[in-house]
């Protein structure tokens, strides 16, 4: 197995930071390791990729990249010989929620969604949901740092303040604003959230949510009944299920993510996720 991580943008022949730990941990299980120009397949400039040694599958841990992006990255590779487990299909189907939402659907909150950012589809999302609080995103990412003015809805059914809640989300999203308007009924949770990490719809490691790597899961954290089957049902190589205890005490599932743009918290070591996604079995 090989693993592809990002390079230094001022050296390209040494490790981002962020990822060298799991480079060096990957290394020292005997896994081939190669570097990739991240701001060159963001850009959708697959020309930079450098010849990369050895041939065979490839597992991608890096920066968020686009479905488009992502598309043009398995291509480029596949011109090396080099297949990435993940295809593009299933990279957009794990990180774009209306991909995974429906198999999902009984374990996290209600939620509909628009094609693009014109109000009138923002105003169907929201009066399909009826009345109350709603958190906003797009297709891949919330702006929860910006609780208030860009992610919190206090009520639905009024348009005016909805729609202003959703001017400044596509404001700060600006050209990363990808898909349409996802509009997700509030639920409230105790606690932070967890992270866990699934391999062909296994649960392999649960972790801390990386926005609280020093909140470890509790000891009593349960996986909902049938979670599993749900997951498995996807068909996707390689993903993380966030989960939050609501405050009924039932786990609840905030996100999947495809898992090779999802971050490792610091709390747990390079070695100990190398072996749970990569010597476990094929990711």
């Given at each position: 197995m090989m693993l592809l991580v990002p390079c230094d943008v001022l050296n390209p022949r040494r490790v981002d930071d962020h990822f060298r730990a799991e480079a060096d941990a990957a290394r020292a299980a005997g896994h081939q390791v190669g570097l990739v120009d991240h701001d060159a397949l963001a850009a959708g400039d697959t020309t930079r990729i450098a010849r990369l040694a050895g041939t065979g599958q490839a597992v991608y841990r890096g920066w968020m990249l686009t479905a488009d992006a992502y598309t043009g990255f398995a291509?480029?590779?596949?011109?090396?010989?080099?297949?990435?487990?993940?295809?593009?299909?299933?990279?957009?189907?794990?990180?774009?929620?209306?991909?995974?939402?429906?198999?999902?659907?009984?374990?996290?909150?209600?939620?509909?969604?628009?094609?693009?950012?014109?109000?009138?589809?923002?105003?169907?999302?929201?009066?399909?949901?009826?009345?109350?609080?709603?958190?906003?995103?797009?297709?891949?990412?919330?702006?929860?740092?910006?609780?208030?003015?860009?992610?919190?809805?206090?009520?639905?059914?009024?348009?005016?303040?909805?729609?202003?809640?959703?001017q400044r989300f596509l404001e700060l999203r600006d050209t990363d604003f990808t898909g349409g308007f996802v509009v997700r009924r509030f639920e409230t949770f105790t606690g932070p959230e967890a992270r866990t990490w699934w391999i062909d719809g296994t649960c392999r490691l649960i972790t801390?949510?990386?926005?609280?790597?020093?909140?470890?899961?509790?000891?009593?954290?349960?996986?909902?009944?049938?979670?599993?089957?749900?997951?498995?049902?996807?068909?996707?190589?390689?993903?993380?299920?966030?989960?939050?205890?609501?405050?009924?005490?039932?786990?609840?599932?905030?996100?999947?993510?495809?898992?090779?743009?999802?971050?490792?918290?610091?709390?747990?070591?390079?070695?100990?996720?190398?072996?749970?996604?990569?010597?476990?079995?094929?990711?």
């Amino acid at each position: 197995m090989m693993l592809l991580v990002p390079c230094d943008v001022l050296n390209p022949r040494r490790v981002d930071d962020h990822f060298r730990a799991e480079a060096d941990a990957a290394r020292a299980a005997g896994h081939q390791v190669g570097l990739v120009d991240h701001d060159a397949l963001a850009a959708g400039d697959t020309t930079r990729i450098a010849r990369l040694a050895g041939t065979g599958q490839a597992v991608y841990r890096g920066w968020m990249l686009t479905a488009d992006a992502y598309t043009g990255f398995a291509t480029a590779l596949s011109r090396q010989d080099i297949v990435l487990r993940t295809t593009a299909e299933q990279y957009r189907r794990g990180h774009e929620l209306p991909g995974w939402y429906a198999a999902l659907e009984p374990f996290t909150p209600a939620t509909t969604w628009t094609t693009g950012s014109e109000r009138a589809g923002f105003d169907t999302a929201r009066t399909v949901l009826g009345r109350g609080p709603a958190v906003l995103r797009d297709y891949t990412k919330s702006m929860k740092h910006h609780w208030h003015e860009a992610a919190y809805i206090p009520e639905l059914g009024d348009a005016g303040a909805a729609w202003k809640v959703a001017q400044r989300f596509l404001e700060l999203r600006d050209t990363d604003f990808t898909g349409g308007f996802v509009v997700r009924r509030f639920e409230t949770f105790t606690g932070p959230e967890a992270r866990t990490w699934w391999i062909d719809g296994t649960c392999r490691l649960i972790t801390a949510h990386p926005d609280t790597p020093d909140h470890l899961p509790p000891a009593d954290l349960v996986l909902p009944e049938r979670l599993d089957r749900a997951v498995a049902a996807l068909r996707l190589p390689f993903v993380t299920v966030d989960l939050a205890r609501r405050h009924d005490g039932t786990w609840r599932v905030i996100e999947l993510g495809d898992g090779q743009v999802s971050d490792r918290p610091s709390s747990t070591s390079a070695d100990t996720f190398i072996a749970a996604v990569l010597d476990s079995g094929e990711v």
